[in-house]
């Protein structure tokens, strides 16, 4: 069985401030992917990354950034310099090589000006 | 490409009625899925598929059937609705993990409601 879980149910900040959306992950699979999608008030779903298993290099990509650590089973996520437009639901998932994959109950956060 | 469409974008049920959720990929991805998500909740897999003729159970299957008879088509079954299963709907596909890029591309979502 795999889990993803976001023990993070709300975070608020106010613009400008940084803040890390944890993810912690259970699979048995050695070979697995990790995701981090957007959701914003609109409803749609918005992909960020894709990491594997075997990569466990950290990546920047402008105000973002993720943590992937295999050794904590954990794929954290980081906005730096907060901005409203941020505002969303985040979810980390966990895909298996087979295919199913399993999302955890999202990170709600609100960014204020 | 038009990506991952679906319809109905919002509908209303009975208890008991019956309605198919329709799921159209042009993307040519062999990987189709199914979730629902509950207000302030995330999304539950109800069921998969890695190709044409193919479909697994995810989390929550109960009170949902689903076909795949077309790499592009995988519409969702609800019978009998109840009021459990009023939710958001969205359908996604993707590569396999073996391809890259292979994440998870959505619909807009189907916005159901079982009274």
């Known amino acids: 069985a795999q889990k993803v879980t976001q023990a993070q149910t709300e975070i608020s900040v106010v613009e400008k401030e940084d803040v890390t959306l944890d993810c912690v992950y259970e699979t048995r699979d050695t070979t697995y992917y990790l995701f981090w999608y957007k959701q914003p008030p609109s409803g749609e779903l918005v992909f960020l990354i894709r990491?594997?298993?075997?990569?466990?290099q950290n990546e920047i990509s402008g105000r973002y950034s993720w943590n992937f650590q295999k050794s904590t089973s954990s794929f954290n996520f980081t906005i730096t310099a907060s901005q409203v437009v941020d505002s969303a639901v985040y979810f980390c998932a966990l895909r298996a090589n087979a295919g199913k994959s399993t999302f955890g109950d999202g990170t709600t956060l609100t960014v204020k000006p | 490409n038009a990506g991952v469409t679906q319809t109905p974008k919002f509908r209303i049920l009975k208890i008991g009625q019956s309605m198919t959720l329709q799921c159209t990929q042009d993307?040519?991805?062999?990987?189709m899925y199914w979730y629902r998500q509950d207000p302030g909740m995330g999304l539950k897999l109800i069921y998969y598929?890695?190709?044409?003729?193919?479909?697994d159970k995810g989390e929550v299957p109960n009170g949902y059937n689903v076909s795949r008879s077309t790499t592009e088509d995988f519409p969702l079954r609800l019978e009998l609705a109840a009021p459990s299963q009023t939710s958001v709907y969205f359908c996604?596909?993707?590569?396999?993990?073996?391809?890259?890029?292979?994440?998870?591309?959505f619909g807009p979502g189907t916005r159901l409601t079982v009274t």
């Open positions: 990491r594997n298993s075997f990569d466990e």
């Open positions: 598929s890695v190709g044409a003729g193919i479909t």
């Open positions: 996604a596909s993707s590569l396999p993990t073996s391809a890259v890029p292979h994440e998870q591309y």
């Open positions: 993307m040519n991805h062999n990987y």
